[in-house]
C-alpha cells in the first residue's frame, strides 16, 4: 500500500499488515484453493479499536464487525470479485 510501512506482528495467518497515519491496512491474502472470497475474517494480533469503522478499500461503506473469543471477525460483502488480496482499513485498539 502506498506510503504504508509494515509493523509487528507482520502476519496473522493469510494476513499482512502496514499502517500509515494512525490506519491499520489489513491486507487479505486470497486462499487459491478456495473458489469464492472468504465471508468473514479474524484478526488475531492487531484488533480495531471498539467504537472504529471498518472499511473495504475500494467498497464505500463501512464493514460490519465484532469481537469475539477468537478475534475481531470482519463481515466481507458478499458480491466481492475474485482477486489475489482484499485490503481492510481501521484505526488500531492500543496495546
Not at 487459491?32 to 488475531?44: F, N
Not at 480495531?48 to 469481537?67: C, F, H, I, K, N
Not at 473469543?69 to 482499513?89: C, F, M, Y
Request: hydrophobic fraction near 40%; charge should be positive.
Amino acid at each position: 500500500i502506498h506510503k504504508t510501512r509494515p509493523i509487528p506482528p507482520y502476519v496473522d495467518g493469510n494476513v499482512r499488515f502496514t499502517q500509515s497515519e494512525g490506519y491499520v491496512y489489513a491486507i487479505v491474502l486470497a486462499d487459491e484453493t478456495d473458489p469464492a472470497p472468504p465471508a468473514t475474517v479474524i484478526l488475531r494480533n492487531i484488533v480495531p479499536q471498539e467504537t472504529a469503522r471498518v472499511y473495504l478499500l475500494g467498497a464505500g461503506d463501512s464493514l460490519s464487525w465484532r469481537m469475539t473469543d477468537e478475534g475481531a471477525k470482519i463481515g466481507l460483502p458478499q458480491n466481492l470479485s475474485r482477486t489475489h488480496a482484499w485490503v481492510l482499513k481501521f484505526r488500531p485498539r492500543k496495546a
